[in-house]
C-alpha cells in the first residue's frame, strides 16, 4: 500500500468557474493561502458558456422590489424571499467590482448606429424571459467569457492563490469517515491527479465546493462535458443535506444542427423580440404557438417555454421548433449576437433571414447542496457556492440571468462568514494522522472500460426519458429501479480497479441521478420545473417546502 501525498492550505476551492474564483480572490484578501483545483484548465467551465448576461437593478426606472417579485414569480412558491432580497440588493456593489476587476459590458455607445446612441457610456440593458424591466447587463452574447477572463487574471496574479489544474476531486475527508467524535466537520478532499494518475490529499481549515451543474446527468444539454454534479455528489456521501433536486431547468433553445451539439440560443432573442414558431405539417409556414400557454408568450420563464415547446413538438411530430428573429437587421444581430450569428452561419444559418431550429436541453440544476446565504452546509467547514448550491434564490424555476449575479454575490457572503468562524475552523480540526492518506489497497488497472462508457450511456438515455421535462409515477420507478443495477456495478468497479477520471464522473452521474429521481418521487406535485402528470397541479401545503435528501451513516 501507498500514502498519497499531502498538501496543506488555509482553504481549498473545488472549481474554476465564476463562483469558485470569485470566492478564492475574496478568501485571498485575508493574506491566508488558498488551492483551486479544477480538473482541467482553468477556464474549462459553465460560467465561459453564459451568454446572456447578469441581472442587476442599474437603471433608474427598475427596483429591486420589481427584480425580486421578478424571481419569486419564477421560482413558483419555492424561493427563500430573505435570500433572494439580499442578493439582489448585494448586486450592484458586485457589478462595480467586476467593472474595478477590468469588465467590460456593452454600453448603448458600443453598438453604435444600431441603438442610437452612438457616444453613450450607458450600459446596453437587455430583458430576457420572466423579466419585466430589462436589467441585464451583458458583454455582448459572451459575457460569461468575459467575466471569466477578469477573474482568473486576477487569480494567476495573486500571490496567495494556487492554482492545481487537471486535479479531479474524488472524495471529501470527514471528522464522520474518520469515525471521530462530535458533529461532521469537512477536513480536506482527495484528488486525482489525471496527468500522471497520482492521488493527492488536500487538508485545509475550510473548503468550498463550486463545481457547477450537471447537466451530463442528460442525453441532450447546454453544458460543458465536466458538467457531472461532481460537488453535489461529493457532498451527499460526505452526509451533506441535498434538497429540491426534483427541480432541473432545460433550457428551451439549444441550436438543433446534426453537426453542432450543445450550442446554446441565448433567451436575450426572445428578449429582443425574437418569438417561438412551430411547423404544423411538411411544407406549411410555421406559425406563433406561446399565446396559448401564457400571458408573457414567448418570454414566459423558462420552464413553460421548455414544457410548450416539448408538447408542440409531440402534438406535431416535428423534431424542432423555431426561433424568428427577422425582424432585426443583419448589422444589429451582428452588433448585439456576434457569436450566436457566427455559430449559425456556420450551421447555414442566416439570422437575418432565416428562422432558428431549436429544441430544449438540460441547462440548470436549481436544487443542490443545502446551504444558508453565506454558503454554509450542513457539516462544519464546507461550504458551497454557485449551481452547486441551493440557497434559497431559485426556488423551483430560475430566473434568467439571476445565476451570474449569485455567481459574484454569495462568494462576497461566505467568504466574510468563513473569516469570521476561522479561528475555531482552525483550532477544532484534528491533527493531521496517517489514516487520513489515501491507500491504493490491492486496485488493479482495469480492462473493461466499456462498462463505463455502457453504464454512462445508459444513464443520460434514462434520465432523458423517465426524468425529463414530462414525468410520470411509473417512468420514475423505471428510472429508480435502472439506477439502483447500475450503482452497484458502479461501486464494485470503483473498488477494484485503479481510480480514472472517467471512473470518478460515472460514479457522480449516477449519484446525481439518484437524487434527482428520489426528489422527483418524493415531491407530489407540479411546480415550476418539476411537472409530473399524476400530480398535474401545485399543492398549497407543499409551498416554500424543501425536498431533503441526507445519507445515514
Known sequence: MKNSEILEFDHLIVGSGLAGLSSALHLAESGRSVAVIT????????????????????????????????????????????????????????????????????????????????????????????????????????????????????????????????????????????????????????????????????????????????????LYTSNPDIACGSGIAMAYRAGAKIANMEFIQFHPTILHHPEIRSFLISEALRGEGAVLKCREGRGREP?????????????????????????EMKRTGEECVYLDIRHLDEETLKLRFPN??????????NMAHDLIPVVPAAHFVCGGIKTDINGATSIQGLYAVGECACNGLHGANRLASNSLLEAMVVPKFMAEDINTHYESFRKGRPPVAVSLNWQTGNATDSDEQILIAHNWDEIRRFMWDYVGIYRTNKRLE????????????????????????????????????????????????????????????????????DTIIQRKF
Open 39 to 218: 480538473k482541467r484548465e482553468i477556464y474549462e467551465c459553465n460560467s465561459r458558456l453564459a451568454q446572456g448576461g447578469v441581472a442587476c437593478v442599474i437603471d433608474k426606472d427598475d427596483t429591486f422590489e420589481e427584480h425580486v417579485q421578478d424571481t419569486l414569480t419564477a421560482g413558483a412558491g419555492m424561493c427563500n424571499v430573505d435570500a433572494v432580497r439580499a442578493i439582489v440588493e448585494a448586486g450592484p456593489a458586485r457589478i462595480e467590482e467586476m467593472i474595478r476587476l477590468g469588465t467590460k459590458f456593452t454600453t448603448k455607445g458600443d453598438l453604435g448606429k444600431a441603438s442610437g446612441k452612438e457616444d453613450s457610456a450607458e450600459f446596453d440593458l437587455g430583458r430576457e424571459g420572466g423579466h419585466h424591466k430589462r436589467r441585464v447587463l451583458h458583454a455582448g452574447d459572451i459575457t460569461g467569457a468575459e467575466l471569466e477572463r477578469v477573474v482568473v487574471e486576477a487569480v494567476q496574479n495573486h500571490p496567495n492563490i494556487k492554482v492545481f489544474e487537471f486535479h479531479c476531486a474524488i472524495d471529501l475527508i470527514t471528522s464522520k469517515r474518520l469515525d471521530a467524535p462530535g458533529p461532521n466537520r469537512c477536513l480536506g478532499l482527495y484528488a486525482l491527479n489525471t496527468q500522471n494518475g497520482k492521488i493527492l490529499t488536500f487538508l485545509g481549515h475550510s473548503t468550498t465546493l463550486a463545481c457547477g451543474g450537471a447537466g451530463k446527468v442528460y
Open 287 to 311: 406559425v406563433e404557438f406561446m399565446h396559448k400557454y401564457h400571458p408573457m408568450k414567448s418570454l414566459a420563464p423558462r420552464d413553460i417555454v421548455a414544457r410548450a415547446i416539448d408538447s
Open 340 to 349: 450566436i450569428f457566427k455559430k449559425c452561419l456556420e450551421a447555414g444559418i
Open 478 to 545: 423505471r428510472a429508480q429501479n435502472r439506477i439502483k443495477l447500475i450503482q452497484k456495478e458502479i461501486e464494485k468497479y470503483y473498488w477494484d480497479f485503479k481510480i480514472t477520471m472517467d471512473l470518478v464522473e460515472l460514479r457522480n452521474i449516477a449519484t446525481v441521478a439518484e437524487l434527482i429521481i428520489k426528489c422527483s418521487l418524493l415531491r407530489h406535485e407540479s411546480r415550476g420545473l418539476n411537472y409530473n402528470a399524476d400530480y398535474p397541479y401545485k399543492d398549497p401545503d407543499l409551498e416554500c417546502v
